[in-house]
C-alpha cells in the first residue's frame, strides 16, 4: 500500500513538472519584444575641439522599467558597457535611470518608449555630466 502511494505522489509530481516547463517555455516564446540599449554619461569635457572629439562614455547603471502610469515593472543594470537588453510586452514604457546621488551629478534623462510587437527598440540612456 505505501508503494502505491510513494508511486502515485512520484507520478503526479512528475506530471506537474511537465506542465509547469511547458507554460515556461510558451511564455518565453511569446516574449520576441522588448528594449535593447546602452547608457552613455557625457559631455566628457567642457572644451570640444573637431580635431580631439571626446565622446560620451559607456556608463554601468540601474534602470527602472516603469508603465505608462508609473508602475514599476521591473529594475534592471546594464553590464559594465552600458549595455542592456530586456523582453517585455508590446505597449509603452517610461525608461527611468536611477542616480547614483539623487542631488549631485550625473543627472539621469528619463524616456518614454513605445514597444512594438516582435521586435525590440533600440534607445540610448543618458547621464548628464553637468560639465560645459
Known amino acids: 500500500m505505501k508503494i502505491l502511494r510513494i508511486a502515485a505522489i512520484i507520478s503526479l509530481l512528475s506530471v506537474l513538472i511537465s506542465f509547469s516547463g511547458c507554460s515556461q517555455n510558451r511564455s518565453q516564446k511569446q516574449l520576441t519584444s522588448g528594449i535593447e540599449g546602452q ?71 528619463e524616456q518614454t518608449v513605445t514597444v512594438k510587437a516582435n521586435q525590440f527598440t533600440r534607445i540610448t540612456v543618458h547621464f548628464d555630466t553637468g560639465i560645459r
Open 39 to 109: 547608457v552613455l554619461l557625457g559631455p566628457m569635457s567642457a572644451v570640444v575641439r573637431a580635431d580631439k572629439p571626446l565622446p560620451d562614455k559607456p556608463y554601468k547603471a540601474d534602470l527602472k522599467i516603469l508603465s505608462r502610469e508609473r508602475e514599476e515593472i521591473t529594475q534592471i543594470q546594464t553590464d559594465d558597457e552600458g549595455k542592456f537588453k530586456i523582453s517585455l510586452e508590446p505597449g509603452e514604457y517610461i525608461v527611468s535611470p536611477v542616480s547614483p546621488n539623487p542631488l549631485r551629478p550625473p543627472y539621469p534623462e
